[in-house]
């Protein structure tokens, strides 16, 4: 009865470092959601783009290979059931620095870059979440640009 109480207001009222652990755990959720939707934006999720955002997500939040494949599999079970970006987009606006919004644009550009081409669809998208996100037109550019580079 004890741990049923207990287990009640850990989820109701959470401590504040419980609060600190969810909101990365958000951020990280969020981030890969928008990285799995611009992934499939184009119909074709090729193997490139997979690893591509499985590496970004590694290294982004300095993961494990089995953390980040769990990560990806719960973004793609997110985003199948949510319609929109807003939710995702606010949790990151909320929690972010604009440096680090506009890096995640430049993360998004890496993942569109990597099977070669850019689908007008990941083009398209990738504008919409950095308007979302509150990236600047010169900043969203440049961002593409240094990802066309290291493609």
């Excluded at 109701?12 to 934006?41: I, K, N, Y």
């Amino acid at each position: 009865m004890l741990n049923a109480l207990r287990e009640f207001f850990d989820k109701h009222f959470p401590s504040a470092d419980q609060q600190a652990a969810g909101s990365v755990r958000d951020v990280r959720l969020a981030a890969a959601v928008l990285l799995q939707e611009l992934a499939c934006a184009d119909t074709c999720v090729g193997s490139e783009e997979q690893q591509k955002m499985l590496e970004i997500l590694r290294s982004r939040f300095a993961l494990s290979d089995s953390e980040a494949s769990e990560l990806l599999d719960l973004a793609k079970q997110l985003s199948s059931d949510h319609a929109g970006y807003h939710e995702f987009t606010t949790q990151l606006n909320a929690q972010l620095h604009y440096d680090e919004k506009v890096h995640l644009i430049e993360q998004m550009w890496q993942v569109a870059f990597a099977d070669g081409r850019i689908d007008k669809y990941e083009d398209h998208l990738i504008r919409k979440i950095a308007g979302l996100l509150y990236v600047s037109h010169p900043d969203f550019i440049a961002a593409k640009l240094r990802a066309e580079a290291a493609a």
